[in-house]
């Protein structure tokens, strides 16, 4: 089973060189911890920045240079800066390459709720419900089931959408899969975690073709 | 031309309860710290206030929470901030939330002069119950958008770095953030600046906002800036 830097280890491999990348907020932040050596990507902040560095040096913070979850940054050298409705057109028009972000839940046909719970203080959806509407590639970093042990890739989501049809790949602690007009393909099992743990854990569709090799994750 | 104003007690002087305002700003970054303080000290109420976020209980728009100024927020993000929740579940206050982009282009129709935009974002969630919808051809696939309405608002209120007394406005980093279109989308703009500098000192090239979209400005004073999540690393 991974714990969340081991998910967002495995997320990290499909950062191909050259793309330009939105991390959302939780576990998609600690990708970019595990880019690869040698792949070249441009970190997007949808508050308005192209190239988001690391957290400055003790005494180095700028209290205006912040990134979409609230914290201080750098910029690297090529960083650019632009307004929120730059920021948001180009997610609109499809120029970020990957958009990687947290779920509560999952459907079989790509549906994704992550931001309300009736009953609870609802805090808003920022810029999810853009991010998910127009991402050209959407993968997905969360927990296969919740605490009570019941599963949150679904064949249809119980708490309010974010979007429709949107998600293409699923990282969790216990699998990697691909959202397929089919329903959820398994691709890739956890290190110790059989196929059949898989199917227990997953409510909705679930397709499962020929050997599972098991996550290479460094 | 000059739209300079002493100070923001006299860029406000004119608003009255029930309005509309815009404050520009993400977080506390690139708030309007002046402006605010002296809307507080003004107490004009029923204020409905478009903003991405509703700052923390003691600071940003927090500030006007407590002192019950605001009537509705209509915002992408309001967590943070204990007595909003209060104010929300008692009633006190109405909320309506709405994809941040949507925000951010609906201020910048207003100040575009379009009455209307398309946005896929909310379509098929409760954010899309009972707004008209439009299919447009994507990369050769029908995709469905939902039409959102250009924001109306009395004031807009921004923040900015730089500004000269033409109301030239240059920002500073990700504190431009929503204050470059709600900046255009007032029907009166007031623009506080760290520094404020005679026509001609700015570089034409460098303007951000056109000060023909400002219509009053000042230089602000005692900027906390204060930093909503200090993230840092240490020297190796």
Request: net charge neutral; aromatic share 6%.
């Amino acid at each position: 089973m991974l714990d969340k830097v081991g998910i967002a280890k495995r997320i990290a491999r499909e950062i191909k060189d050259g793309y330009y990348v939105n991390l959302g907020i939780g576990i998609p932040t600690l990708v970019a911890n595990y880019i690869p050596v040698g792949i070249n990507v441009v970190l997007q902040s949808e508050n308005g920045l192209l190239g988001m560095g690391p957290f400055p040096y003790e005494g180095e913070e700028d209290p205006d240079l912040i990134n979409a979850g609230k914290q201080t940054i750098t910029t690297i050298p090529g960083s650019a800066f632009f307004d929120s409705a730059m920021s948001f057109g180009m997610i609109r028009s499809r120029k970020v390459d990957l958009t990687i972000l947290g779920a509560m839940e999952v459907a079989d046909n790509g549906d994704i709720a992550n931001w309300k719970i009736p009953g609870k203080m609802v805090k808003g959806m920022g810029g999810a419900m853009d991010l998910v509407a127009s991402a050209k590639n959407i993968i997905v970093a969360m927990q296969h089931v919740n605490k009570a042990n019941e599963s949150k890739l679904l064949t249809k989501c119980t708490l309010p959408l974010t979007g429709v049809h949107c998600v293409k790949k699923i990282v969790t602690e216990l699998a990697v899969l691909d959202v397929t007009p089919q329903g959820f393909k398994l691709l890739e099992c956890a290190p110790g975690i059989s196929v059949e743990q898989i199917k227990n854990a997953t409510e909705g569709r679930l397709i499962i073709e020929g050997n599972i090799p098991e996550m290479q994750i460094q | 031309m000059n739209k300079t104003v002493a100070n923001a007690n006299e860029a406000i002087k004119d608003m009255k309860d029930n309005i509309t305002i815009m404050l520009g700003g993400f977080g506390l970054c690139g708030i309007p710290e002046n402006t605010i303080a002296a809307l507080v000290k003004k107490g004009v109420k029923g204020l409905t206030c478009i903003s991405n976020n509703a700052g923390v209980d003691d600071f940003g728009i927090g500030l006007l929470l407590k002192t019950r100024q605001v009537k509705k927020m209509i915002s992408s993000y309001v967590g943070e901030n204990a007595e909003f929740e209060r104010q929300l579940l008692s009633g006190e206050l109405e909320v309506e939330l709405i994809p941040q982009g949507t925000l951010a282009t609906r201020c910048l129709a207003a100040g575009y002069g379009m009455p209307a935009i398309f946005t896929p974002a909310g379509v098929g969630t409760e954010v899309a119950e009972g707004k008209e919808t439009r299919k447009f051809l994507v990369e050769g696939h029908e995709k469905e958008f939902l039409m959102e309405y250009a924001f109306d608002a009395d004031y807009a209120i921004v923040k900015a770095w730089k500004g000269d007394t033409q109301g030239n406005l240059i920002y500073r980093e990700t504190a431009r953030n929503f204050n470059p279109m709600m900046a255009m989308a007032g029907k009166i703009t007031i623009a506080e600046v760290e520094e404020l500098v005679p026509v001609g000192e700015l570089n034409p090239d460098h303007i951000h906002t056109p000060g023909i979209y400002i219509h009053r400005i000042f230089k602000g004073v005692n900027y906390e800036k204060r930093i909503e999540q200090r993230t840092v690393r240490k020297k190796q």
